[in-house]
């Protein structure tokens, strides 16, 4: 309850009891015999007080009420504001990463390695005068592996079974290195009718952010024997196959 309410509530209280005493020496009134009779007359007194400080509370609480709505309307309303808020900034962020991812994959491609092999050649080597053991024959191949784009660092090759088979520390934007390589028969798919052997070989390597990249190819092989000496010797065709 507010201050002037109070106050008018206590003003009226007293306007009241003062009536009541006028009344009560000036009008002659006989005071209560008896308990009843008292009884009575405190009830007559101060029961329009009662009944009215409870339609001043009721009033009162009323608008306390009211204003507790308001309150909660209020604080309703700047939860929603708060909601949205956090909505716009959930899509800014969104969009920003949007934008990074974008600007990270601009900057991998701007410095991705870009590997072609080139002037391909490979030599049958059978075991007479070799020691190969129980791998039976062997090919020896050699390519030009050409790098028109950003470094790459840490570069593997390795045969169909994931052995490493040539190490390259680095090789730089617009390097060129000659490679050569050795592929045993496990590690050829050999077509005796049609004279061919293809190989798989894998490129690994690590850009210069450190993300590991590989590469697939497969190496064709079609052998032209010479009736002289019967040297089997040709260019390879390469083809790559996207993981």
Avoid at 136 to 154: D, E, S
């Amino acid at each position: 309850m507010n201050q002037k309410k109070l106050n008018w509530g206590i003003a009226i209280t007293g306007i009241w009891l003062t009536v009541i005493i006028i009344i009560w020496f000036f009008a002659g009134l006989k005071s209560p015999s008896s308990l009843n009779e008292f009884g009575d007359a405190l009830a007559g007194i101060f029961a329009p007080i009662a009944f009215f400080w409870l339609i001043l509370g009721y009033v009162q609480q009323g608008k306390q009420l009211d204003l507790n709505t308001k309150a909660l309307e209020q604080q309703e309303r700047a939860l929603q504001l708060r909601i949205d808020e956090m909505k716009g900034s959930v899509e800014q962020q969104k969009e920003l990463a949007l934008i990074q991812n974008k600007h990270f994959d601009a900057l991998n491609n701007a410095v991705k390695p870009i590997l072609i092999i080139k002037d391909a050649i490979f030599q049958y080597l059978s075991k007479g005068g070799y020691c190969f053991e129980s791998v039976g024959f062997m090919i020896q191949v050699k390519f030009k592996l050409m790098n028109l784009g950003g470094a790459a660092n840490k570069l593997y090759i390795r045969n169909s079974r994931q052995q490493a088979i040539y190490f390259l520390d680095q090789l730089d934007i617009k390097g060129e290195v000659l490679v050569e390589i050795d592929l045993y028969e496990l590690d050829l798919d050999v077509n005796d009718t049609q004279q061919t052997m293809i190989a798989e070989i894998t490129l690994d390597f690590e850009n210069v952010h450190a993300e590991h990249m590989i590469l697939n190819f497969e190496v064709y092989m079609q052998t032209e024997l010479e009736d002289s000496d019967r040297k089997e010797e040709c260019y390879i065709s390469t083809s790559l196959i996207v993981n």
